[in-house]
């Protein structure tokens, strides 16, 4: 079926232009303005400055637990360094001190320029000595050997 598609009169309005270009640069004051003194009701977040929420299981940096004796809950057992499959854990197991545990975690290593955030870590760990709900997601660096993050316990 034919549709025939009606176009606007050719007012001299719109001939004119100049009333279209004044719309047009009010249009790019308004936001300029908008932005210049009040940024927070803009669409948009400055981020880095502010950053969104993120939803409360959102895979984020990893932290190792502690007992409530403050020692740390990782027996050095190697599970979630054998479960990752971006093989970027690292750690370095001691004799424990406590004679009813025999390892405990010396070093604990994760390279975040390979980590995929799985949480496959996470699940492996026997101990629930590991959690990935610190809330920091952002890895910013200039050299490689920045993203590992080495926690020495
Ligand atoms: S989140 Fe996944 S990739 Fe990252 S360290 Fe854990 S298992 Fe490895
Ligand atoms: S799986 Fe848990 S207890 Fe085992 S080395 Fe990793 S963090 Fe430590």
Same mark, same amino acid.
């Given at each position: ?34 932005? &210049? ?13 502010? @950053? ?8 984020? @940096?990893?932290?190792?637990? @502690? ?15 054998a ?7 690292? &750690? $370095?197991?001691?004799e ?5 545990? $025999?390892?405990?975690? &010396? ?7 390979v ?5 496959l870590?996470?699940e ?9 709900d ?20």
């Amino acid at each position: 079926m034919t549709r025939i598609v009606q176009h606007p009169k050719r007012t001299l309005w719109v001939q004119a232009y100049i009333p279209e270009v004044i719309r047009g640069l009010y249009t790019t004051l308004r936001h300029f303005l908008r932005g &210049l003194f009040k940024y927070e009701t803009l669409p948009t977040i400055p981020y880095p400055v502010i @950053k969104p929420p993120i939803p409360k299981d959102y895979r984020s @940096k990893h932290r190792l637990l @502690k007992r409530n004796d403050g020692t740390p809950r990782c027996v050095a057992c190697g599970m979630c360094a054998a479960a990752c499959p971006a093989r970027c854990i690292k &750690l $370095e197991a001691g004799e424990s001190a406590d004679a009813f545990i $025999e390892k405990k975690a &010396l070093c604990f290593e994760v390279d975040y320029s390979v980590c995929v955030f799985c949480g496959l870590c996470v699940e492996a760990c026997p101990a629930d000595a590991i959690r990935m709900d610190t809330g920091e997601t952002s890895f910013v660096h200039n050299n490689r050997e920045a993203f590992v993050s080495r926690e020495t316990l």
